[in-house]
Each structure stands twice: as C-alpha cells, then as structure tokens.
T-cell receptor, first 113, second 110 residues
Framework: DAGVIQSPRHEVTEMGQEVTLRCKPISGHNSLFWYRQTMMRGLELLIY????????DSGMPEDRFSAKMPNASFSTLKIQPSEPRDSAVYFC???????????FGSGTRLTVV | QQQVKQSPQSLIVQKGGIPIINCAYE??????FPWYQQFPGKGPALLIA?????SEKKEGRFTISFNKSAKQFSLHIMDSQPGDSATYFC?????????FGAGTRLTVKP
C-alpha cells in the first residue's frame, strides 16, 4: 500500500490566490482528517470525514477554508482567498476507525507570500 | 484545542541515554493514548500506544508509562540512538475526539 498520498508537496502562492490541496487516503479507511501544523499552534484538526460525509468541521478557521470528499478515494482542502497567515504544513490522515490507527501523509507545505 | 500538555519542548541527550517525554491530560473520557514520531519533511507516524487499563507498555526500546490517577503518561526511549532524533507527539483520544500535545524535539548526539 502506498499510504496516504498528498499533493502537491510544496505550494507557494500569492496572497489572494486560491489554493487546493489534495489527498488520497488508504483504501478501505473510512475516516479522513485534515490537520494543520504550525510552530505556534502545533497540530490542529481542521475537519473530519466519515464515509465521505463531513462530521466535524469546527476546526476550520473561517469561511475561506472549505473541504470536500466526493468519493472514498479523494479529498480536497481549498483556501480562497489565501492569506500569509495560512502558511503552514497541511496533513491529511486516514483511519479505519474514528480515532485508532491514524496514518498521516507526508504533508503539503504551503507558503503564502 | 490544547487539552494535552506535553513537556519538555526540546530535549538533547547523548547516545545511549534515556530521554523521557511527559504528557498530562484533562479529559477523563480519553481511553487511548498514542505516541507519534515525526521526522523532518514527513508526516507523524504511529510509534506506540496504550490504553488506560495497563500501566506500562513496551515495544522494542520504546516504553509508555501510564498513571491513570494522575492523568499522566510518558514515553521512555532506552539506549537512544542518533536515528531517534525526531519530534515526538503524544495524543489522547475518546470516541469522537483526538488531541495532540505540542510536540518534543529530541536530539540524540553521537
């Protein structure tokens, strides 16, 4: 199994531009999570999907952030418009159950200039 | 979101030493306590985990000690090696919640 696959690995964009991060979870995992990691705030849960349905999006910082999971093998996290304070590493993780056995992807390092 | 407090923020030990990382939690509903290891440029990877019905769990050189009454748990790394240099995160979860500590950057000097 290739694990959780995220793309792109690095993204540099200008303030105000739209950014889309992509994630392919491990086949058979029915839970998917998006996390943001910064030095100041550590790992923050942004949103959690179960069976492709958003269950908890209370961590999404504001309306500029949106996430979708159109099918069991693909999810996106979109930021529009992007701001410099969105610069962080964004991780996708999947799990066969709600909170056991998370597998993280390698992350997308986002820099908004 | 920070319901799991982790210390120290950073730790430097010599090869062969036994670094200890401590975590404390507040929510008594937490029933699963994993530790993750993260190397630069990589995502966190599950290292070892414990449930509150046991006080200790060992996997190779890694040991979790758990004190339910004190709501504390710790990671010990025996005979530490330079390859163990990484950031370590503790976490605590309940049925619908998973909280991560802030992380400890461990450096093991040759």
């Amino acid at each position: 199994d290739a694990g959780v696959i995220q793309s792109p690995r690095h993204e540099v964009t200008e303030m105000g531009q739209e950014v889309t991060l992509r994630c392919k979870p491990i086949s058979g995992h029915n839970s998917l999570f998006w996390y943001r990691q910064t030095m100041m705030r550590g790992l923050e849960l942004l949103i959690y999907f179960n069976n492709n349905v958003p269950i908890d999006d209370s961590g999404m910082p504001e309306d500029r952030f949106s996430a979708k999971m159109p099918n069991a093998s693909f999810s996106t996290l979109k930021i529009q418009p992007s701001e410099p304070r969105d610069s962080a590493v964004y991780f996708c993780a999947s799990s066969p159950a709600r909170v056991r056995g998370y597998t993280f992807g390698s992350g997308t390092r986002l820099t908004v200039v | 979101q920070q319901q799991v407090k982790q210390s120290p923020q950073s730790l430097i030990v010599q090869k062969g030493g036994i670094p200890i990382i401590n975590c404390a939690y507040e929510n008594t509903a937490f029933d699963y306590f994993p530790w993750y290891q993260q190397f630069p440029g990589k995502g966190p990877a599950l290292l070892i985990a414990i449930r509150p019905d046991v006080s200790e769990k060992k996997e190779g050189r890694f040991t979790i000690s758990f004190n339910k009454s004190a709501k504390q748990f710790s990671l010990h790394i025996m005979d530490s090696q330079p390859g163990d240099s990484a950031t370590y995160f503790c976490a605590a979860s309940a049925l619908n919640d998973m909280r991560f500590g802030a992380g400890t950057r461990l450096t093991v000097k040759p």
